[in-house]
């Protein structure tokens, strides 16, 4: 009988406020890209999604960070990307991730789903990392916040320069991947083309 893992994180007011827009720049509509480390290696164009339902390792990034073939896991199930096509999937690897701001950092365990799809960001931060440690992202803000396991609040800013790269940058890739789900998405009233026009 499998033993569930009780979640000790501390219940942590994240509160953004008027002190967090003071180093900002102001923008149209910048997405939130932060650094982390994965593999005990800096990750940089890590796009925060909270739209995705995956987190995902693009397979340049996988190659970039000479991790091993070998550490790789199966995975079945197929991803859909923002315009409804199918992205192709290698497998999973969990890593240890950590997430540092300012001189408080968390490392916890991320599943990535390795995809061979042409992305401007290395590494999609989706619902499941972001539930898992309770973050919280604000694109006013140009933050992300989470809690630490001491019961601090950890504070990772968004390097603007890099969001306004990827953003840009998605446009000239063949298959940008910003949106990943489980099963294609289905709006009513709207085709998947006219969504992707929109984008």
């Keep these: 009988m499998a033993v569930q893992q ?9 509160v953004f406020i008027k ?11 910048d997405p939130v890209v932060i650094s982390l480390v994965a593999a005990e290696r800096k990750v940089h164009r890590v796009l925060v ?10 397979w340049t990034t996988f190659n970039k960070l000479q991790l091993s073939p070998d550490q790789l896991r199966p995975y079945i199930r197929c991803l859909y990307g923002f315009a409804g096509d199918q992205v192709e999937v290698h497998a999973h690897i969990e890593l240890r991730t950590t997430f540092t701001g300012g001189t408080t ?9 390795v995809v061979n799809s042409p992305s401007a960001s290395n590494i999609l931060l989706g619902r499941p990392a972001l539930k898992r440690i309770r973050a919280v992202a604000s694109t006013t803000h140009m933050k992300m916040k989470l809690p630490s396991l001491e019961g601090t609040v950890i504070t990772i800013m968004s390097d603007q320069k890099e969001a306004k790269k990827c953003y840009e940058n998605s446009f000239k890739t063949k298959r940008g991947v910003f949106v990943v789900t489980t099963q294609p998405l289905r ?3 709207i085709t998947h083309a006219e969504i992707a026009r929109e984008k």
Excluded: C, K, W
Aim: charged content about 30%; aromatic content about 4%; hydrophobic content about 30%.
């Design 6 to 14: 009780v979640d000790q994180t501390p219940d942590v007011d994240l």
């Design 19 to 29: 002190a967090d827009l003071q180093d900002v720049i102001p923008h149209d509509n």
């Design 49 to 58: 999604d909270q739209r995705s339902s995956a987190d995902v390792m693009f």
């Design 105 to 113: 950092s968390r490392t916890t365990n991320i599943r990535y789903l």
């Design 187 to 189: 709006e009513e009233g």
